[in-house]
């Protein structure tokens, strides 16, 4: 595309320099006879790169720079192949009749002269048949269209478009439900090891290395494992990472109190992720939540549909504090009521320390023994305004309650799906 503008251009100054002894006037004519539709095909490819500049979001900030730089890019061999381009084919010296030179010249007029004898002989007239016969070539063409859909659609040649690319490694998600226990945690992690080297072991006979590099395990949160074996190149092994996926999901089998557990064998790209996915959307969040675990249910029921997630997660507990009338009329405010329950169960910082690059800080906060249940809470000790203590339930209301759900429908995926 960025060169296509100096071909043509030099085609024509080359056909000008047959019939003209002076080239320089040549490279003008030349240049001159096809500047218009050059400049109206450049043109019109910066104009199909145009609407990339409109895209909005983040994707439009990552778009934006390819047609910055395309049109940059064919401005400027427009100007190269309409200016430059014709001073230094006007310019050039006649080829000589000696020498190494020489015979490399007489070569390329040669191959050049069986080039045009083909053109005039072959081409041209097979050209003309056609455009006399164009019912003729119509059928023609359509006769072998039809053989080629014949082919692809008769399996004789197969196509698949965005085919999954293996990956070298095998990664693993366990999702608990949220407030899991460490020791449920842990069981759950050893469980997922032991299962990815039972299966190492099984294939190997033994020869780890010959398998597996490694397995690396991410904890965040109590809730949520992620385990990822790293497995020697495709070229190295005689299973592949599908295969193994499958292997490992069998040696683990069922884990009571596992949310889901979802197995990824591909390196990305447009056929990665779920082969299913179902977005669902609803104002009341019980509904929604039984509609995903309703559909999830129902996918279960189709053989081979493994890794279903309902995607409802219903949060972390939490407890909401509100200000009673009593605390108002004491001069307290849902600030000072948030800031002292941070302070008592988080901490408030009473020193900040430089050493070196690190910056050390003190944090002040109840024993663990007093902040760790609701009766702690209860029986905290606020202080007013005006320098008093009341019981916190007394200044504010205490609820129970989880942030809003999220749910993006449930996903699923399988060989067979």
Same mark, same amino acid.
């Given at each position: ?5 100096? *071909?043509?251009?030099? @085609?024509?100054?080359?056909? +000008? ?34 609407? %990339? ?5 983040? %994707? ?12 940059? /890019? ?15 084919? =006007? +310019? ?34 097979? /050209? ?28 004789? *040649? ?16 366990? %999702? ?11 069981? *759950? ?12 072991? @099984? ?49 683990? =089998? ?27 959307? +609803?104002?009341?969040?019980? /509904?929604?939540?039984?509609?995903? @675990? ?13 890794? *279903? ?16 009338? @009593? ?34 800080? /003190? ?45 993006? =429908? ?8």
């Amino acid at each position: 595309m960025v060169v296509d503008d100096a *071909i043509v251009i030099g @085609e024509s100054i080359y056909v +000008h320099r047959q019939t003209h002894s002076d080239f320089i006037a040549a490279a003008i004519s030349g240049a001159d006879e096809v500047a218009t539709p050059v400049i109206f095909s450049i043109f019109t490819s910066m104009t199909a790169f145009a609407p %990339m500049f409109f895209v909005e979001g983040t %994707m439009g900030k990552v778009f934006r720079i390819l047609p910055s730089v395309v049109i940059l /890019v064919l401005l400027l061999s427009l100007f190269e192949s309409l200016y430059i381009l014709p001073a230094h084919l =006007g +310019h050039l010296p006649r080829a000589r009749e000696t020498g190494i030179r020489g015979w490399l010249y007489r070569l390329q007029q040669r191959f050049g002269r069986l080039v045009e004898r083909f053109a005039e002989n072959i081409y041209g007239p097979m /050209v003309r048949w056609a455009v006399r016969n164009h019912w003729i070539t119509w059928a023609l063409g359509i006769f072998l269209l039809l053989i080629a859909v014949g082919f692809v659609r008769g399996g004789r *040649i197969s196509i698949m478009f965005f085919p999954k690319i293996e990956s070298d490694w095998v990664v693993t998600t366990a %999702m608990l439900p949220y407030g899991a226990s460490p020791e449920d945690t842990e069981k *759950i992690q050893t469980r997922v090891e032991q299962a990815v080297w039972a299966v190492v072991d @099984e294939v190997t006979k033994g020869w780890r290395d010959q398998l597996c590099k490694g397995v690396f395990t991410g904890v965040r949160g109590r809730h949520k494992m992620r385990f990822i074996a790293f497995l020697v190149p495709t070229d190295q092994r005689d299973i592949s990472a599908t295969q193994f996926a499958q292997k490992w999901r069998e040696k683990i =089998g069922h884990l009571p109190g596992l949310k889901s557990l979802v197995f990824d064998s591909t390196a990305g790209g447009p056929r990665g992720g779920s082969p299913v996915d179902v977005q669902l959307a +609803h104002k009341d969040t019980h /509904v929604l939540e039984q509609a995903a @675990e309703d559909l999830a249910a129902a996918l279960g029921t189709y053989e081979g549909v493994t890794d *279903i997630d309902d995607g409802f997660s219903e949060g972390k507990p939490q407890w909401n504090l509100t200000i009673t009338p @009593e605390a108002r009329s004491l001069g307290l405010t849902a600030a000072d009521l948030g800031r002292q329950m941070r302070s008592t169960f988080w901490g408030a910082e009473a020193l900040r320390q430089q050493r070196g690059r690190d910056m050390i800080r /003190v944090m002040v906060r109840l024993p663990k023994s007093e902040r760790i249940s609701e009766y702690d809470i209860e029986t905290l000790l606020i202080r007013t305004p005006e320098g008093g203590k009341s019981r916190s339930s007394r200044p504010q209301k205490l609820t129970g309650a989880r942030p809003a759900p999220a749910s993006h =429908g449930p996903t699923g995926g399988g060989s067979s799906m």
